[in-house]
């Protein structure tokens, strides 16, 4: 069922020329005379790109067909793919590494995720907000240096690079956001 453009707002996501968009900026003006404008900043939810488009009252726009269900990190298949399965199915789901982007790096071993599906293709994987990792390589940290607002390179098991704080050494736990790819803070010092 189509929306009218009275219902739009932010956040709202819709379908144009056959791809799902998600509003991130809505405005309505109306000018002196004439009719009112309804104007909508759109990012496409699978290629990232933004449009502009104004709607006048009465406009109608096409809802997509997006579902979304929860779905357990399987394996690594190889050649950029990863398996993914449907626990209430046990059907295995496909899905790129162009779709992933970075959460590929914080997938572990039957990690429940999130999937949002546009016409039953995965186009937007939901990992939980916080992953612990240990820290593969650093430079070693100070002796009683606990600045937090000084970072440091340091990369994890699989070779993701984020910054931590200097006090971060080799073997110590970390927390990183999912969201964002960065450190978070410090979970379990390595033990020597």
């Known amino acids: 069922m189509p929306y009218d453009v009275s219902d739009l707002h932010k956040g709202v996501k819709v ?4 791809e799902p968009y998600l509003i991130t900026e809505y405005d309505f003006m109306k000018p002196g005379k ?3 404008i309804y104007r909508c900043k759109m990012r496409n939810m699978i290629t990232g790109s933004t449009t502009e488009k104004a ?6 726009i096409d ?3 997006l ?8 394996y690594d298949e190889g050649d950029g793919f990863y398996v993914f399965i449907d626990p209430n199915t046990n059907d295995e789901i496909r899905i790129d590494e162009a779709t992933l982007g970075r959460n590929v790096y914080f997938l ?4 429940e995720c999130s999937v949002l599906l546009f016409n039953n293709r995965p186009i937007e994987v939901t990992l939980p907000v916080f992953v612990e990792k240990v820290i593969a390589e650093t430079e070693p940290g100070e002796k009683g240096n606990t ?3 000084t970072l440091k390179p340091a990369k994890i098991e699989n070779g993701y690079e984020i910054h931590v704080p200097l006090f971060v050494n080799q073997g110590d736990t970390v927390k990183i956001d999912t969201r964002t790819g960065e450190y978070s803070e410090r979970v379990k010092k390595a033990t020597i």
């Open 15 to 18: 379908q144009l020329d056959g």
């Open 34 to 36: 004439g009719q009112a």
């Open 55 to 60: 709607y006048r009252p009465g406009d109608k």
């Open 63 to 65: 809802q997509p067909d």
């Open 67 to 74: 579902s979304e269900k929860t779905i357990h990190f399987s």
């Open 108 to 111: 572990e071993d039957d990690m």
């Open 147 to 149: 600045a937090t607002n």
